[in-house]
């Protein structure tokens, strides 16, 4: 749709909205995520929504097809017309914290390098262009990444996963080859932990498939399968976590205990009945362990990361239904993400009974909100957004907003925090925000 295919008033009234409201050369972008948030945060509260049972079905196909209809001319309308806003003399003043330090040259351009914001383009101090990054983890001198590279016709493929090695001190990356269907990865006991699932493309000798890798130079030093804890209606692939040289893995039903130099199971237990599990997380002294699961039956569980004994169980709605709950673990509590259908939220749970505490994230987010910890804080990833979070890690009170395409995988410690993005792997500077 172009400027000239919109009724004059409409044509006329949005003009004066840009002008009047969004000027400037980011107008475009900035209206249009006004408009998808508002879009997606309909409801004030985070919970399941259904259709009005008592309205006929063509008014309700009625309805939602006279909404597109003018969601969708809104929307383009704007776009076209943001394009020929004036640049304001002087732009908006940003509510986010603004870096100290002064920004490094913007990477050169290339298929695999995102088109980030200036907000977030001022965060990063290096960038490292790989493709879209399926799991990251940090090491002392080197950040572990599984990423899948872009195919010809579009998009990605886990068939095509690969795990690269990048040296924090200068960038340089050390590639260890093709791991068709691994999206999960851990260090622990000196080596480089890496499990795949089954995947469209993926042979049945390369799924379910454990890989113990040096962690140097990322050869792989053994293999074994794991098809014995994925049960027989697995939709969601492993998980993998690791603490102080110790391993666990959440697949299907089963959460078990793996030894750090064997990968042999210690134990295992079937916690999650029918369900699969969605995602695993241990608390910093290495003694609790949470798995979320696609069912409510558990929702979520809490185990002795130690013994495998069951804590406590939730069967309370975290999305099970829409991909499962992603897991954050703290001293005393674990926060949830998750997503609702509508919008998504997070919650924080006490770690006595996974009851919700009083803490809790400001404001609603998208389907597409994730939860991190790192360095001793909060992070969360809003992909539908376009956000990433700092927050208190007790409160869930957030610090700074970072304007991120499509969000990321977020990864902290010490020494700094990377982000995986849609194409590589961001390094940013200290937002002094963050651990005020």
């Not at 640049?87 to 990477?107: D, F, K, L, N």
């Amino acid at each position: 749709m172009s400027e000239n295919d919109l009724d004059p008033a409409v044509r006329e009234g949005l003009h004066s909205l840009v002008a009047s409201t969004a000027p400037g050369a980011d107008a475009e972008a900035r209206i249009l995520h006004s408009v998808r948030a508002t879009a997606l945060q309909t409801g004030s509260q985070p919970q399941r929504r259904f259709f009005d049972a008592g309205r006929p079905l063509w008014e309700v196909a009625l309805a939602i097809l006279t909404a597109a209809v003018v969601a969708g001319s809104v929307v383009a309308g704007i776009a076209v017309l943001a394009r020929h806003a004036p640049s304001p003399a002087h732009p908006p003043v940003s509510a986010r914290a603004t870096p100290t330090a002064s920004p490094p040259p913007t990477p050169s351009a290339s298929p695999a390098t995102p088109s980030a914001t200036p907000t977030s383009a001022q965060w990063v101090s290096r960038f490292v262009p790989l493709g879209d990054v399926a799991a990251i983890v940090l090491g002392p001198g080197s950040v572990y990444v599984i990423y899948n590279p872009p195919i010809q016709s579009g998009g990605y493929s886990p068939a095509l996963a690969r795990v690269v090695r990048i040296d924090r001190s200068n960038g340089a990356v050390e590639h260890g080859g093709a791991f068709p269907g691994a999206e999960t990865l851990a260090l622990a006991g000196g080596y480089l932990w890496v499990a795949s699932g089954p995947s469209p493309g993926v042979a049945s000798t390369d799924a379910n498939v454990l890989y113990r890798l040096n962690a140097s130079t990322l050869a792989v030093e053994q293999r074994s399968s794991i098809t014995g804890l994925a049960g027989t209606s697995n939709l969601e692939p492993p998980a993998l976590t690791a603490a102080d040289n110790l391993l666990w893995i959440g697949y299907g039903p089963h959460v078990a205990r793996l030894s750090a130099t064997t990968g042999a199971p210690i134990w295992s237990r079937d916690v999650g009945g029918t369900g699969s599990v969605s995602s695993v997380s241990v608390d910093p002294t290495g003694r609790l362990l949470y798995a979320g699961f696609d069912s409510d039956r558990p929702s979520i569980a809490e185990l002795s990361a130690i013994t495998g004994t069951t804590v406590t169980e939730s069967s309370a709605y975290f999305g099970f239904d829409l991909g499962g709950p992603k897991l954050a673990a703290f001293v005393g509590y674990v926060w949830v993400a998750y997503a609702t259908g509508n919008d998504g939220t997070n919650v924080e749970l006490h770690a006595a009974n996974l009851a919700l505490s009083a803490g809790g994230v400001d404001g609603l987010h998208t389907n597409g909100i994730d939860v991190f910890r790192g360095n001793g804080i909060l992070w969360m990833s809003d992909g539908m957004a376009g956000e990433l979070f700092c927050a208190d890690e007790a409160s869930g009170a957030v610090r700074a907003t970072f304007d991120w395409p499509l969000g990321g995988l977020i990864a902290a410690d010490p020494s700094g925090t990377v982000v995986g993005g849609f194409s590589g792997v961001s390094f940013l500077r200290t937002n002094p925000v963050c651990y005020s």
